[in-house]
T-cell receptor, first 114, second 113 residues
Framework: DQQVKQNSPSLSVQEGRISILNCDYT??????FLWYKKYPAEGPTFLIS?????DKNEDGRFTVFLNKSAKHLSLHIVPSQPGDSAVYFC?????????????FGTGTRLTIIP | EAQVTQNPRYLITVTGKKLTVTCSQN?????MSWYRQDPGLGLRQIYY???????DKGDVPEGYKVSRKEKRNFPLILESPSPNQTSLYFC????????????FGPGTRLTVL
């Protein structure tokens, strides 16, 4: 049972436009959410996070929005650049017997078209 | 430079032949863990360790062992690999700053024939 879902396996966006990546979750115990970026042959790297007590967090071109009532978060990238082409994973955290356990989505492959 | 290294990066082996994937970090992080990534399933945690000599099961521990004898190293051991352990494996470390300070290694692609 996939508790964190990224329903779009892939997304193509023109350079300079906005990229919006979506993520849905089902577990109401999740209290912290993260986005990771992954290039081929590399491990995921942390991009941005948001606590469940907030609805928005911004870091440069990247903004994460959280809608708790809808159990939905999204990552906005503005403006999109060719270097943003990668696979993006959303992840959600809950405390599990002292372990901050992360549950990952299946990833969305973002392609920025020059 | 903060580094998490994994070896080997690629491995093709046969069913039942014991293997070890090494993971080493230079950040003095207490928390280390192993994940596997499979198509359609995202990353799933295999084992984690909160400190030296302290290890615990993640979501998919069957068929794997780990040890944490020193802070910098966290090897993943497959005593008798099977084809369903064919996967992409990532080691990760986490600093005192919490989840935002989690670093992943470059990955090990394992194929079990």
């Amino acid at each position: 049972d996939q508790q964190v879902k990224q329903n779009s396996p892939s997304l193509s966006v023109q350079e300079g436009r906005i990229s919006i990546l979506n993520c849905d979750y089902t577990n109401s115990m999740f209290d912290y959410f993260l986005w990771y970026k992954k290039y081929p042959a590399e491990g995921p790297t942390f991009l941005i996070s948001i606590s469940s007590i907030k609805d928005k967090n911004e870091d440069g071109r990247f903004t994460v929005f959280l809608n708790k009532s809808a159990k939905h978060l999204s990552l906005h990238i503005v403006p999109s650049q060719p270097g943003d082409s990668a696979v993006y994973f959303c992840a959600a955290s809950e405390m599990d017997f002292g372990n901050e356990k992360l549950t990952f989505g299946t990833g969305t492959r973002l392609t920025i078209i020059p | 430079e903060a580094q998490v290294t994994q070896n080997p990066r690629y491995l093709i082996t046969v069913t039942g032949k014991k293997l070890t994937v090494t993971c080493s970090q230079n950040m003095n992080h207490e928390y280390m863990s192993w994940y596997r990534q499979d198509p359609g399933l995202g990353l799933r945690q295999i084992y984690y360790s909160m400190n030296v000599e302290v290890t615990d099961k993640g979501d998919v521990p069957e068929g794997y062992k780990v040890s944490r004898k020193e802070k910098r190293n966290f090897p993943l051991i497959l005593e008798s690999p099977s084809p369903n352990q064919t996967s992409l494996y990532f080691c990760a470390t986490r600093g005192a700053g919490g989840l935002d300070t989690q670093y992943f290694g470059p990955g090990t692609r394992l194929t079990v024939l």
